[in-house]
């Protein structure tokens, strides 16, 4: 076993960036990245980056390909089931096909770095380390690195019966080809339906609406398009030219709050430790925030990775804390958005954009 030796449990946005961000920082880790999925992938269409997970993407070394795989989305609204403008929306965002997300970190990570296909069970302290138990056998390791989403097995072991709940919700995503989108959402009745366009002729469009939990349908966008049937006009024509092989569909999850990051030279980032719903788009974010601020502990304070870890929840737990609050906030207002409306008459569209952009968009 190398001396530096990481292993990083999960090949996601958290996981790769932070294994780019080590190697553009010229750090002397070595990583191993093991993900239980058979190759690379992503589902999901397409994603939205605020300006924090540029400045990330941009301290990790590929913020320039990822601006020229994205697209810069324009000025916005989120609207009344009626179809009525609750709120205009002009905010720094850039939309990405997730695919091209991981392919572009995954092209900044060191190569035969990742082992597809295998699935973390475990892991144990170790007087060297750790010992990350794993289908294939165990692997001894200086430091742990659990990236494994929400479902994580690394925070699980951190914490023992960390219980999980379903929000009540799926969400659905895929790529339309509609013409002429502009980005918007619609808010009524427990539903929302959202557009933001792309290039290249396509547009990411998503949807949630109130459904017991694992449900499937024979054809969902023959679901979705029932369920919008009587909504405003661009939500419809979205769903009409929505492209079948894109769509997926997803179960919303809660997660207890995890009591501690780290334990030593074992730590969480992403949704691994801090797991949000899909409202405001954060989570993708702060899992890039996460990486690029743990590679840069790592790479440069040459002290213990306990330290490094250490340092990384002290810095990151407080402000990760106010965002999911916002997240959670604008899940509320998609169930009584006629409380936005009110809202709207009293905080004008600008005032409104300062207190999110300085909540969540720094
Ligand atoms: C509908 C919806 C829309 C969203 N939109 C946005 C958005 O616009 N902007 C945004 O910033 N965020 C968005 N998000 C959130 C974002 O997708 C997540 O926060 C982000 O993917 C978290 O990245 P991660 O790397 O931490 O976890 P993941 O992306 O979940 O990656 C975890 C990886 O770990 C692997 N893994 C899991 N368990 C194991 C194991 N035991 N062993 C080995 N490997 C394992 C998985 O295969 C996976 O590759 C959205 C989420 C949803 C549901």
């Known amino acids: 076993m190398a001396d530096e030796q990481l292993v990083i449990a999960g090949a996601g ?22 993900d239980e999925r058979p190759a690379l992938g992503s589902t999901g269409g397409a994603i939205t980056l605020w300006p924090a997970a540029l400045a990330a993407l941009d301290r990790i070394g590929v913020g320039a390909d990822l601006r020229a795989a994205g697209h810069a989305v324009g000025p916005g609204s989120i609207r009344a089931r009626d179809g009525r403008v ?9 939309a990405v096909r ?40 165990p692997l001894d390791a200086a430091a742990l690195v659990g990236a494994d989403g929400y479902r994580s097995q690394v925070a699980r072991t951190l914490q023992p019966g960390l219980g999980e709940r379903y929000a009540g919700y799926p969400a659905w995503r895929g790529l339309t080809r509609a013409d002429g989108l502009e980005p918007f959402q619609v808010w009524g009745e427990g539903r929302e339906f959202g ?14 609406l109130p459904e017991p939990a694992g449900g499937t349908a024979p054809d969902e966008l023959a679901h979705l398009r029932t369920a919008f049937a009587d909504w405003p006009e661009p939500v419809r024509r979205a769903l009409a030219a929505a492209e079948p092989g894109t769509v997926s569909r997803n179960d919303v999850m809660d997660r207890d709050r995890l009591r501690r990051w780290t334990d030593g030279p074992v730590v969480v980032i992403g949704d691994a430790a801090h797991p949000m719903r899909p409202n405001l788009g954060q989570g993708g974010c702060q899992a890039l925030v ?8 790592l790479a440069a304070t040459g002290a213990s990775p306990a330290v490094a870890f250490a340092a990384f929840e002290a810095r990151r737990r407080r402000t990760v804390g106010r965002v999911a609050r916002a997240s959670r906030a604008a899940g509320r207002a998609v169930e009584a958005p006629e409380v936005l409306h009110r809202l709207s008459a009293l905080v004008p569209d600008p005032v409104f954009r300062r207190v999110l952009m300085r909540v969540v968009g720094s």
Do not use: K, M, Q
């Open 13 to 34: 946005i958290a996981g790769l960036a932070l294994a780019a961000g080590l190697r553009n920082a010229g750090s002397s880790w070595s990583c191993v990245l093991l």
């Open 98 to 137: 997730r695919g091209e997300l991981v392919e572009i970190l995954h092209g900044r990570v060191a190569p035969g770095t990742v082992s597809f296909g295998t699935a973390v069970t475990g892991h144990e302290r170790t007087s060297g380390g750790v010992r990350v138990l794993t289908a294939a056998g």
């Open 195 to 208: 557009v933001v366009p792309l290039d290249r002729g396509e547009s990411y469009w998503f949807a949630t």
């Open 290 to 297: 996460d990486a690029a601020l743990l590679a840069s502990l």
């Open 86 to 94: 609750l709120r205009r929306l002009d905010v720094p965002l850039l």
